[in-house]
């Protein structure tokens, strides 16, 4: 069983940057592939970016060379830093663990997910 507890969301400006945390319980952390995804209203639950137990990372073309992916096995903790955000990166964000070789994009890959952190950029 692993529990995770996004943090980090707010206002900002557009241009602007955030960073998002998800701490997660249990000592296999290292060994899942975590994932980020966001859901505006009105829309599904979309992919942002994942990073396997291996260390690759996928990124979805619209956050390529904006956002980055890490993570701290040491504190069970992955990060999201955003910068350069617009408008449409407001969502709320989701943080997502899987017992997965590769990354996968849909949402049901997953087995563990956090509650969810808004993010709002203003134009």
């Known amino acids: 069983q692993v529990q995770l507890v996004e943090s980090g969301g707010g206002l900002v400006q557009a241009g602007g940057s955030l960073r998002l945390s998800c701490a997660a319980s249990g000592r296999t952390f290292s060994t899942y592939t975590m994932g980020w995804f966001r859901q505006a209203p009105g829309n599904e639950r979309e992919f942002v970016v994942g990073l396997s137990w291996s260390g690759s990372t996928y990124y979805r073309d619209s956050v390529k060379g904006r956002f980055t992916i890490s993570r701290d096995n040491a504190k069970n903790t992955v990060y999201l830093q955003m910068n350069s955000l617009k408008p449409e990166d407001t969502a709320v964000y989701y943080c997502?663990?899987?017992?997965?070789?590769?990354?996968?994009?849909?949402?049901?890959?997953?087995?563990?997910w956090g509650q969810g952190t808004q993010v709002t950029v203003s134009s």
């Open positions: 997502a663990a899987g017992k997965i070789q590769a990354i996968l994009v849909g949402p049901g890959a997953y087995d563990y």
